[in-house]
């Protein structure tokens, strides 16, 4: 099955997902122990996922084929949470709300103290595609994000861990005690440090790798290329009509070689939902606690710098909370959503330039 595609899931999408997730985890032996009841079960487990899929921070994907039939999804959570969920999860649950909640309360007392980390809570690839390597994929395909933004993983496998499989081939490594409810429910803590974001180099820059798919890879350039404006004067322009897009377009990409040129599918700068999808979602996009900025714990991973290491804003595309105006990422790596002056320019005290991200066809891009 080639022709598929891995992207998050859509808020229209919950239930969907939820139930395909609760379906694949129908005769798991762990689930069976949490809802006993047969009848019951896979309302009761799709439910809980919902509550997983509309918390805080959440980053769930679905694998989508090409006749756009979703059949995988994966669901994961940091390890900050907001504890209401489980408030939400006893709701849920109903009367078997004392088993979810005594495998919260286990999970937390075996998750390393080590922070932050993402914690996968949902894994299912629907029995129409087992055996295609897609669960292998769908996994990568997370780690690669996680990776990206240096943050490590945990997870609490539902079957015996023996230092191989798919986790044992990802690095994960076991942590903690095991989690024994019934000489039968069992999980297997296991813990996975951040690797090293992943890098290429391609036209005379350093980039970070965000995404890949069958065919494309989606790069974004380390540091700053330059330094520019988004557009020469200040008017209320989008990013169809800015200069920074005819530049990148034109200028900047014919310092491409020839050869590097035919392998650039878009240049473009990313988008405040695709920072937030890329490079740490803390939840602010879609509950803001500021309407100026989204300033969280993944500022580190935002901020950019020039070439010489001086601090430097960045332009994205989005447009700003006011006409003339487009959101920026800060030296301090908060996401300004209210924006910049669309020709703010630099100054000896004042550094904002262009970080540009690029789809390239995989083929001659070596980065795994």
Not at 63 to 69: A, D, I, L, N
Not at 142 to 151: A, E, K, P, W
Not at 252 to 275: A, D, Y
Not at 326 to 332: K, S
Request: with cysteine; hydrophobic share 40%.
């Amino acid at each position: 099955m080639k022709d598929i595609i891995i992207r998050p899931i859509r808020p229209e999408e919950i239930d969907k997902i939820a139930s395909l997730i609760s379906t694949g985890y129908y005769n798991d032996i762990f689930f069976k122990w949490v809802v006993e009841s047969d009848e019951d079960r896979h309302k009761i487990v799709m439910d809980y996922y919902k509550v997983y899929l509309n918390a805080r921070g959440c980053v769930a994907h679905a694998v989508e084929t090409s006749c756009g039939e979703i059949i995988g999804a994966s669901v994961w959570l940091p390890h900050d949470t907001d504890a209401s969920v489980y408030d939400d999860i006893d709701a849920a649950a109903g009367v078997y709300a004392a088993n979810f909640r005594a495998v919260a309360d286990w999970s937390h007392l075996s998750e390393p103290p080590m922070s932050p980390f993402y914690q996968l809570v949902g894994f299912v690839i629907g029995p129409q595609a087992k055996g295609l390597g897609l669960g292998v994929k769908l996994l990568k395909h997370n780690l690669d994000l996680f990776d990206g933004m240096g943050i490590s993983t945990y997870l609490e496998a539902s079957t015996p861990y023996h230092g191989g499989g798919v986790y044992g081939k990802f690095g994960y490594q076991p942590v903690g005690e095991l989690m024994f409810f019934t000489d039968t429910a069992v999980l297997y803590p296991l813990w996975r440090p951040a690797k090293k974001k992943i890098q290429v180099d391609f036209g005379g820059h350093s980039w970070r790798v965000l995404d890949a798919h069958e065919d494309k890879v989606l790069l974004l350039s380390e540091d700053i290329a330059e330094l520019g404006k988004y557009h020469n004067t200040f008017e209320k322009v989008d990013w169809l009509t800015s200069d920074v897009r005819q530049y990148l377009n034109d200028g900047f990409c014919k310092k491409f070689k020839p050869e590097e040129q035919s392998q650039i599918i878009e240049i473009f700068l990313l988008s405040v939902e695709e920072v937030v999808k890329y490079l740490g979602d803390s939840g602010q996009l879609k509950n803001p606690i500021s309407k100026f900025f989204i300033d969280d714990e993944f500022n580190d991973v935002r901020k950019a710098a020039l070439a010489d290491g001086s601090p430097c804003r960045w332009f994205l595309r989005s447009q700003g909370g006011s006409p003339g105006f487009v959101a920026v990422v800060t030296n301090e790596g908060k996401i300004s959503v209210s924006g910049d002056f669309v020709n703010r320019a630099s100054t000896e005290l004042f550094n904002v330039g262009i970080r540009p991200a690029i789809w390239v066809k995989k083929e001659g891009i070596a980065y795994e």
